[in-house]
């Protein structure tokens, strides 16, 4: 049985990194795809770029946050609630050589599983879409239904898609099926999570597993962030809205 594991939206949480890398160690995982967002909303966005880059079974996918940090957008879009002087501080603390690595990172991939399409990437994304010079995801749905994603999806040719950008983590089957994987971290629960395929040439399945990790350091680290209170409240505990 072959695995891949999927990861996506770090956003600078080296402790969750860890735990779950370590975490799909343990699962025996061949391929690790991470589907994007490597830096802004936690202080450790280089030690991030470092540990994924290092490992030769990880595939980077492109992420909104990854695509601003390498162009220098401080400018929030379409909608994000990550203000321009958390923006500011962030691509100023984070090693510039992985704006490059971040230029070379594709928007999706795919790899054939039981026999069948499986896609990954950050979200869906506007057609005919070849690389990051222009914003090219579509706008996040907080509430997605099986219509939207056959919508948003529609000229992609698969079975399944992969994906993140939306942190809360959902299954929906419809043309195809539809698995946002959800941040590994940013969330309320101090779990660092995951998801498994495992596939042979006839069949493929996925699972959801998740690590504990000690995030003390790492909170008081976000709190001390220009707009570190906000975010925490937000993207980690969601109670500012
Ligand atoms: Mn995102």
Redesign the pocket.
């Known amino acids: 049985m072959n695995k891949i594991g999927v990861i996506t ?1 770090i956003h600078g949480n080296l402790p969750a990194l860890v735990a779950v890398l370590q975490l799909l160690d343990e699962q025996g995982c061949n391929e690790i795809i991470f589907c ?2 490597v830096v802004d909303m936690g202080p450790h966005g280089t030690a991030c770029f470092e540990l994924l880059c290092s490992r030769k079974d990880v595939t980077m996918i492109v ?3 990854d695509r601003d940090f390498a162009l220098d957008n401080l400018y929030v879009h379409p909608c994000s609630h990550v203000p321009k002087a958390h923006k500011e501080y962030v691509f100023a603390n984070t090693d510039a050589r992985f704006k490059q690595k971040v230029l070379q990172m594709p928007l999706f991939v795919t790899r054939q599983c039981g026999g069948q399409t499986l896609r990954f990437c ?2 869906a994304m506007l057609d005919g879409v070849a690389d990051i010079s222009s914003y090219p ?1 579509l706008s ?1 749905e907080n509430f997605p239904t099986r219509e939207i994603f056959d919508r948003q999806y529609k000229n992609v040719q698969c079975d399944a898609v992969f994906f ?2 939306k942190h809360e983590p959902c299954d929906i089957v419809g043309d195809k099926i539809y698995c946002c994987v959800g941040s590994v971290a940013c969330h309320r629960e101090q779990l660092a999570k995951a998801v498994v395929i495992e596939y042979d040439e006839h069949s493929w399945r996925y699972k959801r597993v998740s690590a504990p990790y000690d995030a003390t350091e790492f909170t008081k680290q976000l709190l001390a962030m220009p707009c570190g209170k906000p975010i925490y409240d937000f993207y980690y505990l969601k109670i500012t809205h």
């Open positions: 939206d994007g967002d992420g909104n946050h950050h979200y995801f996040l993140g950008h």
